[in-house]
């Protein structure tokens, strides 16, 4: 399904990084950065272009050749790394930030990946996650078509345990990334520290 998504010229979800990102990135360390189910590469490439190593995962390798080629069009360079995340090995202490933009996965798995990102940090590092909420399936502006692929306020307070909240929030707001995000959307975001 991604690569046939990400097989156009055009950038699936635009080429500019996420609002609540750039909004939010005052309160992250910079250094080295991991990108989940990064896609085409927008966050990473805006992330790389403010002074960090990043990292950027994901499971379509036509996603990641345009985020190279986006990089490269930036003047800047990324690691991608052509994985699922069902193996993918986050290694333990190694990052100072690491952020998931509507990475959208099965429960199970999220859970597992979400424990993994919270021992992949730092001490001090900062995991920032938007996803959208089950109340998306009124909007239809995107995002999975199931609930359960979806994330709120309860599950991720268990999913991040050893994290502090720094901002938890639900809530409705225009998002207009590319063709396939756009419109009101009811979202989920997440900043949130690992203790020194």
């Known amino acids: 399904m991604w ?6 010229e055009a950038y699936a979800y635009g080429v500019e990084p996420n609002t609540f990102l750039t ?6 360390p910079s250094g080295r950065t991991l990108c989940i189910g990064e896609g085409e590469g927008r966050n990473a490439v805006w992330l790389a272009e403010q002074g960090n190593t990043v990292t950027a995962v994901d499971i379509s390798e036509v996603g990641l050749k345009k985020a190279n080629k986006l990089a490269q069009s930036h003047g800047v ?3 991608t790394v052509h994985a699922d995340l069902t193996n993918y090995e986050i290694e333990s202490g190694q990052w100072d930030a690491i952020v998931s933009i509507f990475c959208h996965l099965p429960p199970a798995l999220r859970k597992d990946v979400h424990s993994r990102c919270v021992d992949g940090l730092r ?3 900062v995991f920032l996650l938007e996803a959208y909420s089950p109340m998306q399936l009124e909007y239809k502006t ?3 078509t199931t609930g359960e692929m979806m994330m709120d306020v309860p599950s991720l ?3 991040l345990g050893g994290l ?4 938890l929030q639900e809530r409705i707001r225009e998002i207009n990334e590319g063709d396939f995000h756009r ?3 009811a979202v989920v975001q997440v900043l949130a520290q690992k203790s020194h």
């Open 3 to 8: 690569n046939e998504r990400y097989s156009h």
């Open 142 to 144: 995107g995002g999975p």
């Open 77 to 79: 360079t990324i690691t």
């Open 183 to 185: 419109g009101a959307g």
């Open 23 to 28: 909004a939010m990135y005052n309160k992250l």
């Open 164 to 167: 502090e909240f720094i901002h």
């Open 123 to 125: 001490p001090g590092g």
């Open 157 to 159: 307070t268990t999913e």
